[in-house]
């Protein structure tokens, strides 16, 4: 198995090769140029030129793609011309601030979740089952900013139990209790609107899973034995009726550095999303091609943790 | 009851829902299993064979099905009890083995779990000892190395051996009744009759009472003391194995034993039997069931209202229909031979 794992890896390589060329040769095509924040109508034609020189603009694109990609595979993005640093350190700290924020709202969207999927499919067709479903389709319905501004506005405006932007209160030292607290106070709302929001996936495919895994044989075959109906339910179908979400775990995991545009944007909370939308904008193209190389690279590796995860909980799935 | 009636089946009728209306699959089937018999059950495949050997020990789902009638065992009708009630008699009185043992074995659950399990609640052996009875019970099915097949996973094993599984399952707290629905349709030929013997052998070793369902009649003749014929919810012939063999009276039954048309003397017409079961929902439920499948028979010669006739001691059939009914009976040397009413 490590041997495949290896190898899907060094796979990968060849993979981030054709991304990486195709996101140069795209960023090439956008209009605008790097000084867009540096000049004004006043500057020199001349001093745009010079400029252009000493960045390297004037050589063939393959010359200017190999110093591009020799820098960025030692981890070096360039300059963001927005923000006036390193894009590196950049991303990282925005990563950061999303895994958090993510990472709670996954928590809570499987807490409310899996229970609710697992409880609607269970008594399918009950009172419950059909309040369930009303939820989630309730859910579905509203749109990511509507929620989104709703919650803003009634607990960050009106009963001010949350901040309304920012990832952490100014006031607060860096590595200081306070500091922490505070960032994880930030993140509250965001994640519970994130959650909520994305439950709707989940509790419906589980559900339909439970449903049908109630009628498999080997379900049967559990109940014949006479074993409590919370075993079969326990040992028997939610064991399998999860698998597929586990089957997608590895996306969900590596899409915990990912971000939600909508979200990000609308409680302006400093995250991947948010600086992917802004650096699109501004045609901080630095930033964007690091950016996307980065969900090229998740993404690849989402695939390939989904694949070990499956081959963990299902013994029918081997990494060959 | 008497003593050596294991179970006693009384008008049983199990209905199921399709659109708001219930469909009776079982439509009043009365049966009796004697200890250490083997009652075969027979039928085509939509007969309700199925739907009557899980409705014994309750596994239907209960929004869906109506139960009426009574299945009588020690004393108590499994038609009335509760999931819970009936959980104290699956497994540990009764048990069963399924048509397809690949699917009818949980996935994700290694082999050894899935013998133990039914030990857990129905024995108060420690885990130590429920390893032990493990592994005997596989070496019991005929499994060379239990230590390795009790750690595998069901799609590791081949048919025979998940089959064996189940067997061994099926026999682990030593149940008064197995009930076996196709054990072997979905086998290879060359293991069917390993696995029939492997159960017939349990049943010597145990003394259970087995109701086998098949629709293999070659099965029937080998191990079977009494046969029931099932056609569309009903039982409409019943004898003991030889006796049915050798004086098929029902149409049905003479059909599934020799599917060889004849030439009616009076038309000069073929007269096959032909068609399929039909649905649940378009089953002819007036008079005799089987009167759509032999249209050459005059009206008159059905009940209107069929019942059970016993023709001779332990030998019932189902309306008076087969007095009219001829069929050839193939000789071993190939000729043929009018089937003696
Ligand atoms: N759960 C169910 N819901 C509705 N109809 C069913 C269900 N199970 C079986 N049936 C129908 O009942 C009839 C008898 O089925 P079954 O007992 O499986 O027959 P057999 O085992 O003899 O092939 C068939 O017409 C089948 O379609
Ligand atoms: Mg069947």
Redesign the pocket.
């Known amino acids: 198995m490590w041997k495949t794992i290896v190898r899907r890896f060094l796979l990968m390589i060849p993979q981030l090769f054709v991304l990486s060329i195709l996101i140069f040769i795209l960023a090439k095509f956008m209009p605008g140029d790097p000084f867009t924040g540096l000049i004004t109508p006043e500057t020199d034609p001349s001093r745009i030129e010079e400029l252009t020189e000493k960045a390297g603009l004037n050589d063939p694109w393959h010359i200017q793609y190999v110093r591009w990609i020799a820098r960025a595979v030692q981890g070096d993005f360039g300059m963001s011309y927005t923000f006036k640093r390193d894009v590196a350190s950049l991303i990282g700290e925005r990563a950061l601030n999303t895994f958090w924020l993510s990472f709670l709202s996954v928590i809570l969207l499987y807490a409310i979740a899996i229970p609710l999927g697992i409880l609607a499919g269970r008594y399918h067709n009950s009172r419950l089952d059909k309040t369930v479903i009303f939820y989630s389709f309730f859910t579905y319905a509203i749109p990511t900013f509507v929620l989104s501004l709703v919650f803003l506005y009634i607990f960050g405006y009106k009963l001010e139990w949350f901040p309304t932007s920012g990832s952490v209160d100014i006031k607060y030292e860096p590595g200081t209790l306070g500091y922490i607290w505070s960032k994880g106070y930030h993140i509250i709302l965001p994640a519970i609107t994130y959650a909520i929001l994305g439950t709707t996936g989940v509790i419906q495919y589980l559900r339909s899973e439970i449903i049908d895994t109630k009628a498999m044989d080997f379900v049967r075959t559990a109940r014949s034995k006479g074993i409590p109906t919370r075993k079969v339910y326990s040992k028997h179908i939610i064991r399998n009726s999860l698998l597929p979400i586990a089957a997608f775990l590895g996306f969900t995991i590596t899409g915990l550095l990912g971000g939600s545009i909508f979200i990000e944007t609308i409680f302006g909370y400093p995250g991947m999303g948010q600086l992917f939308v802004s650096s699109i904008s501004s045609r901080d193209y630095s930033v964007i091609t690091a950016l996307v190389m980065l969900y090229g690279f998740l993404t690849l590796l989402g695939s390939l943790l989904s694949d070990i995860i499956m081959s963990i909980v299902d013994p029918r799935i081997r990494i060959e | 009851m008497e003593t050596d009636v294991l179970l006693r089946i009384k008008d049983l009728h199990i209905g199921?829902?399709?659109n708001e209306s219930f469909?009776n699959?079982?439509d009043g089937v009365s049966l009796t299993l004697r200890k250490n018999e083997i009652l075969a059950i027979v039928?085509?495949?939509?007969?309700?064979?199925?739907?009557?050997?899980?409705s014994i020990i309750g596994l239907?789902?209960r929004s869906?099905?109506r139960i009426q009638g009574e299945i009588l065992f020690k004393n108590k009708n499994l038609a009335t009890l509760t999931e819970d009630q009936l959980n104290d008699i699956r497994g540990l009185d009764i048990s069963m083995i399924f048509q397809d043992p690949l699917s009818a074995l949980n996935p994700l659950m290694r082999i050894g779990e899935q013998i133990e399990e039914g030990l857990i609640y129905h024995t108060k052996f420690s885990s130590h000892d429920r390893k032990r009875k493990v592994l005997e019970l596989l070496k019991q099915v005929g499994i060379q190395n239990p230590n390795r097949v009790s750690r595998q996973f069901p799609h590791q094993l081949s048919g025979g051996m998940r089959q064996r599984v189940m067997i061994a399952i099926a026999i682990s707290c030593k149940p008064k009744i197995i009930i076996a629905?196709?054990p072997t349709t979905a086998l290879d030929v060359t293991i069917q009759a390993q696995i029939l013997d492997l159960l017939v052998e349990m049943q010597q070793e145990t003394g259970a009472g087995i109701i086998l369902?098949t629709?293999d009649l070659g099965i029937v003749a080998e191990v079977a003391n009494r046969v029931a014929v099932?056609y569309a919810?009903e039982i409409i012939e019943e004898a003991p194995v030889k006796e049915l063999f050798l004086y098929p009276k029902h149409p049905y039954t003479r059909s599934l034993l020799h599917s060889i048309p004849q030439m009616n003397s009076y038309t000069n017409r073929l007269n096959a039997i032909e068609g399929m079961?039909p649905?649940?929902k378009y089953?002819p439920r007036l008079g005799c069931r089987f009167s759509s499948r032999i249209p050459w028979i005059r009206k008159e010669a059905h009940e209107k209202r069929p019942a059970l006739h016993e023709i001779s001691p332990g030998h019932f059939v189902r309306c008076t229909c087969w007095k009219e009914f001829h069929f050839n009976k193939v000789k071993g040397d190939g000729t043929y031979e009018l089937y003696a009413n």
């Open positions: 199921f829902r399709i469909y699959a079982v039928g085509e495949s939509g007969c309700g064979k199925s739907t009557l050997a899980t239907f789902d869906n099905t629905d196709e369902i629709h099932m919810g079961v649905s649940l089953l």
